[in-house]
């Protein structure tokens, strides 16, 4: 009863919502009539011309309507989504789906048509800044300093390929959060140097520190990419191709929770519904020896100490 792709997601849409989770929707790309190449396909393939796919100008007004029927046909199949964006990696030119904006167009698109996201039929619902790859100030910025845009956008999000959290994100945060915004890491995955084998806790405690540093650049909100494989939450019980090669992986069993679902429970668990405290003599740098964030929640102080070295530290 649609004609996107969008019943893949549904389950596990409809398990997240009963048990009080957030769902919420980010665009590969609009539907390719509405782009300059005619495809979902960002365009960067040498069967695709190597046309670079943008959204046309004269489609802008059917963007936001675009995405009013997402959520109605969620709506329509039993799910709420919270929050809809405006553009997965709008600085990405690829060869999947994907669809490529100036930092300029981005503040077009939301100044002129956002106020067609119907968030009377809606309520609640929340709208994400385009999410650059990077998490760069010139993509975030431009929708802040706007006071149409800034109206209208409610969560900044982006992703931390090729930069780590205390470089541009935490630059990044600076207006939003000055404006009351909420600020999401909404994709990255932690995998270097993993191969056929799972994360040694060396490693694991890398991807602490990384939630770490994401708490202390003013993050409320870290999704990683993704749930289900052996460098991630659960195992999927599947060999692992390398070169053509077929390896099997000691302890990636099939729906079996895996280290680092311990390492994220551990921040989902006791860091949600806190307030970040200022700190002194804990801030870190990047994958720092040892590492602290502080938090207050009802009568509760929350210390996070990551700590990689062999020797007691004094806290």
């Known amino acids: 009863d649609s004609p996107y792709d969008w019943n893949g997601s549904l389950p596990s849409a409809k398990i997240v919502k009963q048990r009080g989770g957030i769902v919420f929707g980010t665009p590969w790309s609009p539907p390719g009539e509405y782009k300059t190449n005619g495809t979902a396909q960002g365009g960067n393939a040498d069967d695709q011309g190597n046309q670079r796919g943008k959204l046309r100008t004269d489609c802008y007004d059917k963007f936001f309507p675009w995405l009013n029927t997402f959520l109605a046909w969620m709506k329509k199949n039993g799910v709420d989504v919270d929050a809809v964006s405006i553009q997965n990696e709008p600085d990405w030119w690829v060869s999947y789906s994907g669809c490529l904006y100036d930092p300029q167009d981005l503040v077009k698109l939301v100044k002129n048509y956002a106020w067609m996201l119907d968030r009377e039929t809606y309520p609640g619902v929340k ?21 149409v845009c800034r109206n209208q956008i409610d969560i900044v999000a982006g992703h931390l390929y090729g930069h780590a959290p205390l470089e541009y994100m935490k630059q990044s945060a600076v207006l939003p959060l000055k404006y009351g915004k909420e600020v999401w890491m909404t994709e990255h995955s932690v995998t270097d140097n993993i191969g056929a084998r799972l994360p040694n806790w060396h490693e694991q ?9 994401c708490m202390q650049a003013g993050c409320t909100g870290y999704i990683y990419w993704y749930m289900r494989a ?4 659960v195992g999927t ?3 692992i191709d390398i070169d053509g090669k077929k390896y099997t992986i000691t302890g990636n069993t099939k729906n079996k929770l895996l280290p680092r679902a311990y390492v994220m429970s551990h921040f989902s668990k006791h860091l949600t519904g806190s307030t970040r405290l200022q700190t ?6 990047t994958n720092a020896p040892y590492e602290a964030s502080a938090y207050i929640k009802g009568d509760s102080l ?6 990689t070295t062999k020797n007691a530290q004094n806290l």
């Open 280 to 285: 002194k003599g804990i801030a870190s740098a």
């Open 230 to 233: 052996h460098w991630a939450f």
């Open 127 to 147: 709208l994400i800044s385009g999410e650059s790859l990077g998490f760069t100030q010139n993509y975030t910025d431009p929708l802040m300093e706007d006071l």
């Open 237 to 239: 019980g599947e060999p």
């Open 302 to 307: 929350i210390v996070m100490a990551i700590d």
């Open 205 to 213: 405690l890398l991807f602490a520190e990384e939630l770490n540093e």
